[in-house]
């Protein structure tokens, strides 16, 4: 199974834009790229998909790169309920999990 | 999104019994549910994937017959945890795949957690 590579955590500012970066060089071209978030306790929340262009979504904005070795999930404006582990996760059947992102955010 | 829940939310047992918990996809028909094992501070770990009307698939390393799955219907899939020991404490949750935009999402469930004594 390809594998992602996340940086353990990071912080941001209230009401500030937030990329958090996920390189996955060994994807195959039929893996999807999802992100789920979790919060401490309970279940992962799904946040958004894509396989090869950007995406939108009411939570946020999913940017890949033009050879999908790399994406970053956008938060366009961090609020406190954001602070989460947020976890890049290559789809082709099965999913599994790396380490994740833990976000911060700051009042 | 859609949902799924899980019952219980929390369970207390002494060792060497069994605790079943159950995972439900409750506004769609999931012919494919998932389930993991969290420990503290630590990523999610896939354990099996349970298909409706066949046989779970274990990951490796996983002990099938201390983790009896049983996807009885489209909506429903239970983990049993037979002879319990208190390594077996974990967080256990399950998802539910949906299929969409070309892909399957998967949807979790709040979580269940196990302590035993």
Not at chain 2, 31 to 48: E, G, N, V
């Given at each position: 199974?390809?594998k992602t590579?996340q940086?353990?955590?990071?912080?941001?500012?209230?009401e500030?834009p937030?990329?958090?970066?996920?390189?996955?060089s060994?994807?195959?071209?039929t893996d999807?790229i999802?992100?789920?978030?979790?919060l401490?306790?309970?279940g992962?929340?799904?946040?958004?998909?894509?396989?090869?262009?950007?995406?939108n979504?009411r939570?946020?904005?999913?940017?890949?790169a033009?050879?999908?070795?790399?994406?970053?999930?956008?938060?366009?404006?961090?609020?406190?309920?954001?602070?989460?582990?947020?976890y890049c996760i290559?789809?082709d059947?099965?999913?599994?999990?790396g380490?994740?992102t833990?976000?911060?955010?700051?009042? | 999104?859609?949902?799924?829940?899980?019952?219980?939310?929390?369970v207390?047992?002494?060792?060497?019994?069994?605790?079943?918990?159950?995972?439900?996809?409750?506004?769609?028909q999931?012919?494919t549910?998932?389930?993991?094992?969290?420990?503290p501070?630590?990523?999610?770990?896939l354990?099996?994937?349970?298909n409706?009307g066949?046989k779970?698939?274990y990951?490796?390393g996983?002990?099938?017959?201390?983790?009896l799955?049983?996807?009885?219907?489209?909506?429903?899939?239970t983990?049993?945890?037979?002879?319990?020991?208190p390594?077996?404490s974990?967080?256990y949750i399950?998802?539910?795949?949906?299929?969409?935009?070309?892909?399957d999402t998967?949807y979790?469930?709040?979580?269940?957690?196990?302590t035993?004594?």
């Amino acid at each position: 199974d390809a594998k992602t590579t996340q940086p353990n955590s990071m912080e941001s500012n209230e009401e500030e834009p937030v990329h958090l970066p996920c390189n996955h060089s060994t994807i195959s071209g039929t893996d999807y790229i999802h992100w789920y978030r979790q919060l401490p306790s309970q279940g992962p929340e799904y946040v958004i998909h894509g396989l090869t262009s950007n995406v939108n979504n009411r939570m946020a904005s999913l940017a890949i790169a033009e050879d999908r070795k790399s994406s970053t999930l956008i938060l366009h404006r961090a609020t406190l309920r954001d602070a989460a582990v947020y976890y890049c996760i290559l789809r082709d059947n099965k999913f599994y999990f790396g380490s994740g992102t833990k976000l911060n955010v700051k009042p | 999104g859609a949902v799924v829940s899980q019952h219980p939310s929390r369970v207390i047992c002494k060792s060497g019994t069994s605790v079943k918990i159950e995972c439900r996809s409750l506004d769609f028909q999931a012919t494919t549910m998932f389930w993991y094992r969290q420990f503290p501070k630590q990523s999610l770990m896939l354990m099996a994937t349970s298909n409706e009307g066949s046989k779970a698939t274990y990951e490796q390393g996983v002990e099938k017959d201390k983790f009896l799955i049983n996807h009885a219907s489209l909506t429903l899939s239970t983990l049993t945890v037979t002879s319990a020991h208190p390594e077996d404490s974990s967080f256990y949750i399950c998802s539910a795949s949906r299929r969409g935009g070309g892909t399957d999402t998967q949807y979790f469930g709040p979580g269940t957690r196990l302590t035993v004594l």
